[in-house]
């Protein structure tokens, strides 16, 4: 699965569970949030005022180091 700004959410959180630990380690409750299940990625980076372009890219890193077989 390809990381994209368009990519839901709640899609990253089933594919690689172990990004629990990014989203709380950036203090966004994913893993609790409603909003997960129609959000994606974008909306998410906005509604807590990151930018989204480095949150793709240290999400994509973060799976490439904490997810084995990502790849």
Known sequence: ???QKETPINEI???YPETVRFFRH???GCAHCYAVN???LEK???MHGMEVE???RELRD???RACPGAN
């Open 1 to 3: 699965m390809r990381i």
């Open 13 to 15: 959180l089933a594919v």
């Open 26 to 28: 950036l203090e966004m």
């Open 38 to 40: 129609f959000e994606t």
């Open 44 to 46: 998410g980076a906005l």
């Open 54 to 56: 480095r949150l793709v």
């Open 62 to 64: 973060f799976i490439d």
